[in-house]
């Protein structure tokens, strides 16, 4: 399985634009709770403003919160990245940390943000157990695991810590496009051989094919064996996620 979403997502990549361990870490932070989309819609004119920890330690906060605010839990999110800033400061003389162990003491960073900051920003592999990761290896049967940090060590065991990275966003970009949670494409599935729970979703490839998602649908759907021109011209437009990542 790990092997066929090599080869169904060759484009998987972390979908949060950055440039840096500090941009990686603060748009991550945002990410809690909301898409990657509207991240991305706030953090240029965010990272034009602030470009260093110092800038965040002494931030205005009412300047910071109205910006943060079409992310939402604007307020906790404004404090996570003052105290974030402040943090680095004291610490880590303004740099983000390449350890997981630093990582996780600082404001706003749990287990789930720090690998994906080492994975991203460090070249260090880590495995991201975000909403998505979660659902669907618990879905494939690759683990019974429900407890997100044993998720990670059980995925973890199965494969190369070289590629946990790598297999992070291929599960997630898997789970955004093709196995959603509600109703997935089990039809227009590359996976469809090999998934336990192949038949929760439509099987019929027209009903499947309706329900791929993001600008690569057609690809995915010849990938599956199926007509690319089931797949809806709408389909192609953007990847809509769940709206509720969890918790950094």
Request: hydrophobic share 40%.
């Amino acid at each position: 399985m790990g092997r066929i979403l090599e080869e169904t997502h060759p484009d998987a990549h972390c979908e949060l634009n950055h440039e840096g361990p500090l941009q990686l870490a603060v748009a991550t932070i945002l990410s809690a709770q909301t898409t990657d989309q509207r991240v991305n819609e706030v953090t240029p004119k965010l990272f034009a403003r602030y470009t260093s920890a110092a800038d965040y330690a002494a931030a205005d906060r009412a300047e910071l919160e109205d910006l943060l605010k079409p992310t939402g839990f604007f307020r906790n999110k404004t404090d996570s990245l003052m105290k974030l800033g402040q943090a680095l400061i004291e610490r880590h003389g303004g740099e983000v940390p390449g350890s997981l162990d630093e990582l996780v003491k600082l404001p706003g960073i749990g287990r789930k943000t720090a690998n994906v900051i080492l994975g991203n920003a460090f070249d260090v592999p880590g495995i991201t157990v975000d909403t998505h990761f979660q659902r669907l290896v618990r879905r494939w049967e690759w683990t019974a695991e429900s407890d997100p940090v044993k998720i990670e060590h059980a995925i973890g065991a199965l494969f190369d810590k070289r590629d946990w990275t790598m297999l992070s966003h291929r599960v997630i970009f898997h789970g955004r496009r093709v196995c959603h949670a509600r109703k997935p494409a089990c039809g227009a599935c590359t996976l469809a051989k090999l998934c336990p729970a192949y038949g929760t979703g439509p099987t019929e490839a027209a009903a499947a094919a309706k329900l791929l998602k993001g600008p690569r649908a057609r690809e995915l759907a010849v990938a599956a064996g199926v007509d690319p021109d089931l797949v809806p011209a709408k389909a192609m437009v953007a990847v809509e996620e769940d709206a509720a990542l969890g918790a950094a």
